[in-house]
Nanobody, 114 residues
Framework: QVQLVESGGGLVQAGGSLSLSCAASASIFINRMGWYRQAPGKQRELVATITPAGTPTYADSVKGRFTISRDNAKNTAYLQMNSLKPEDTAVYYC?????????WGQGTQVTVSS
């Protein structure tokens, strides 16, 4: 089994920065990690992912503002969010993909005030 513990997030003014981290406790190989987010009344959407080799992918809406990174030795992924906008407000869910399946964190709130 894989357990994910998220930290970070919070409240920030537009233009500010926040960071998230996601630590996976697992004794198995973790493949892709990343974050989805869900705003009130909207579907969950992909934000960013990263492979074990460190290759990132980003949603168009966050390209150039968010940076995902990973420490494989710690099974931990990080999301640095800069130039935040009110439309980035959502609950951010970390996920990790392993052979048994996909695993999810508890979610962390990110609120960007205008």
């Amino acid at each position: 089994q894989v357990q994910l513990v998220e930290s970070g997030g919070g409240l920030v003014q537009a233009g500010g920065s926040l960071s998230l981290s996601c630590a996976a406790s697992a004794s198995i190989f973790i493949n892709r990690m990343g974050w989805y987010r869900q705003a009130p009344g909207k579907q969950r959407e992909l934000v960013a992912t990263i492979t074990p080799a460190g290759t990132p992918t980003y949603a168009d809406s966050v390209k150039g503002r968010f940076t995902i990174s990973r420490d494989n030795a710690k099974n931990t992924a990080y999301l640095q969010m800069n130039s935040l906008k009110p439309e980035d407000t959502a609950v951010y869910y970390c996920f990790a993909r392993a052979v048994p399946g996909d695993y999810w964190g508890q979610g962390t709130q990110v609120t960007v005030s205008s």
